[in-house]
């Protein structure tokens, strides 16, 4: 079957611009992640969404990073008034249900701020 | 706070021999802990997850290992091929967040040489 797909696959923006990155999980996976990668670390978590609502946003970083899960399925994270920090490959997970489970990455989104 | 570090950052291996990776975590409070593969690129593929109350996982050529009250997570290369060659990525699950995120290494970037 399908895995996690996201789009695009890369994004260049300028400095202040508003940005939206997708994420599409595996079907029937409730629980959907998204994580931040700088170039030579690991993955950061960044926000956690069980079904349609936030269930753990900890790790946004600030108030210029959003993102929603309306309906359960495709999730979009959202970064306004972009900066240079931001420039990093975007990574969303899904997996069937909690914490017994494995996620499932997808490609990522590779976001350059110039 | 958890931190996760792997060692070596980096490892160059000649094609058929046996390897260890190295994974260390400071909070023992962990839900399980999971190994991925990371192609330049690429998303992360899962290799091996280990419940907290499991010692070992195996899969192929693969053995992960986890001694939880040390700390510690060492995954086995067993007659490694040049399709190995990639970043090895370690996470831990811990019991503490409602949103079952991971908390990742750095990472140890495998080249086997043919």
């Known amino acids: 079957g399908a895995g996690v797909s996201q789009t695009p696959s890369n994004k260049v923006t300028e400095k202040g611009k508003y940005v939206e990155l997708r994420c599409d999980p595996i079907?029937?996976?409730?629980?959907l992640y998204w994580y931040r990668q700088s170039l030579g670390q690991g993955p950061e978590f960044l926000i956690y969404f069980q079904g349609t609502g936030a269930a753990d946003d900890s790790g946004l970083p600030n108030d210029r990073f959003f993102a929603v899960r309306p309906e359960g399925s495709v999730s979009t994270l959202k970064i306004q008034r972009t900066e240079r920090g931001d420039s990093a490959v975007y990574l969303c997970a899904s997996s069937l249900a909690g914490k017994t489970d494995t996620q499932y990455f997808g490609p990522g989104t590779r976001l350059t701020v110039l | 706070k958890q931190e996760v570090t792997q060692i070596p950052a980096a490892l160059s291996v000649p094609e058929g021999e046996n390897l260890v990776l190295n994974c260390s975590f400071t909070?023992?409070?962990?839900?399980?802990l999971q190994w991925f593969r990371q192609d330049p690129g690429k998303g992360l593929t899962s290799l091996l997850l280990i419940q907290s109350s499991q010692r070992e996982q195996t899969s192929g050529r693969l053995n992960a290992s986890l001694d939880k009250s040390s700390g510690r997570s060492t995954l086995y290369i067993a007659a490694s091929q040049p399709g190995d060659s990639a970043t090895y990525l370690c996470?831990?699950?811990?019991?503490?967040?409602?949103?079952?995120?991971?908390?990742f290494g750095e990472g140890t970037q495998l080249t086997v040489n043919p």
């Open positions: 079907s029937g996976h409730t629980a």
């Open positions: 996470a831990v699950r811990e019991l503490e967040t409602s949103g079952s995120r991971l908390t």
């Open positions: 909070d023992s409070a962990i839900y399980n």
